[in-house]
């Protein structure tokens, strides 16, 4: 991550640059999950870091913040999260889908919590209509989020790569995007294999004389 972050910092003039943790430091403990968010910020050039699954390291939280590392906190529902409330993770993310009260109070508590901790914004991971707008409410930080999020949160966050289609996932996909560059790319590459296995001349290769 810190080789990545490099590569970002090199590249950026204005914009804020965030790290995500790699899984590990931030389970090992706080000392571990600080010494890491030290390096990412020192060697790799971030101006802050993100944190997955932060709600359940609010200590640790505090702890980066207090080193005056700001900390971008993800929260959200998961599989674990739907499961422990009895519902189907899969229905959680379909138009529509009726979220037990419970589970938007966890939310919100989360939220309050992460905010406590000294965060200076979160990450809603599948937020939905009904949960995100009573988060939003609740805290004074900003909430975004990409998967799940909509309007009712502080803002949106979008994958290069996905915006524009770039992944093969992308092919089967009924998700609107920018561009479809996956299929651009198949197309491509299954024509210069047929020109290979034809034996015809490669596009952009130097033209042979007979």
Same mark, same amino acid.
């Given at each position: 991550? +810190? $080789?990545?972050?490099?590569? $970002?910092?090199?590249?950026? !003039?204005?914009?804020?640059?965030?790290?995500?943790?790699?899984?590990?430091?931030?389970?090992?403990?706080? %000392?571990?999950?600080?010494? /890491?968010? +030290?390096?990412?910020?020192?060697?790799? &050039?971030? %101006?802050?870091?993100?944190?997955?699954?932060?709600?359940?390291?609010?200590?640790?939280?505090?702890?980066?913040?207090?080193?005056? +590392?700001?900390?971008?906190?993800?929260? @959200?529902?998961? =599989?674990?999260? #739907?499961?422990?409330?009895?519902?189907?993770?899969?229905?959680?993310?379909?138009? &529509?889908?009726?979220?037990?009260?419970?589970?938007?109070?966890?939310?919100?508590? %989360?939220?309050?919590?992460?905010? %406590?901790?000294?965060? /200076?914004?979160?990450?809603?991971?599948?937020?939905?209509?009904?949960?995100? =707008?009573?988060?939003? !409410?609740?805290?004074?930080?900003?909430? $975004?989020? &990409?998967?799940? &999020?909509? =309007?009712?949160?502080?803002?949106?966050?979008?994958?290069?790569?996905?915006?524009?289609?770039?992944?093969?996932?992308?092919?089967?996909?009924?998700?609107?995007?920018? #561009?479809?560059?996956?299929?651009?790319?198949?197309?491509?590459?299954?024509?210069?294999?047929?020109?290979?296995?034809?034996?015809?001349? +490669?596009?952009? @290769?130097?033209?042979?004389?007979?």
């Amino acid at each position: 991550m +810190i $080789v990545v972050c490099k590569a $970002v910092r090199r590249g950026t !003039k204005r914009a804020l640059v965030s790290c995500d943790f790699p899984f590990g430091p931030l389970q090992e403990g706080v %000392d571990s999950a600080l010494r /890491a968010a +030290i390096r990412i910020v020192k060697e790799g &050039g971030a %101006d802050m870091v993100k944190l997955d699954g932060a709600s359940e390291f609010p200590e640790t939280v505090r702890a980066i913040v207090r080193a005056g +590392i700001p900390v971008f906190a993800q929260f @959200g529902i998961t =599989p674990q999260t #739907a499961l422990h409330f009895g519902v189907e993770y899969s229905a959680m993310l379909k138009p &529509g889908a009726q979220m037990p009260e419970q589970m938007t109070t966890k939310l919100v508590d %989360d939220a309050k919590r992460l905010e %406590d901790a000294g965060s /200076a914004l979160l990450d809603f991971t599948h937020s939905g209509p009904v949960a995100g =707008p009573p988060v939003v !409410k609740a805290v004074s930080i900003p909430v $975004v989020g &990409g998967l799940g &999020g909509g =309007p009712w949160l502080d803002g949106r966050m979008r994958m290069a790569h996905a915006a524009i289609g770039y992944a093969a996932s992308s092919l089967e996909s009924k998700t609107e995007t920018y #561009a479809h560059v996956a299929r651009v790319t198949l197309d491509a590459l299954t024509a210069y294999a047929e020109d290979v296995r034809a034996g015809r001349q +490669i596009k952009g @290769g130097i033209p042979i004389k007979s």
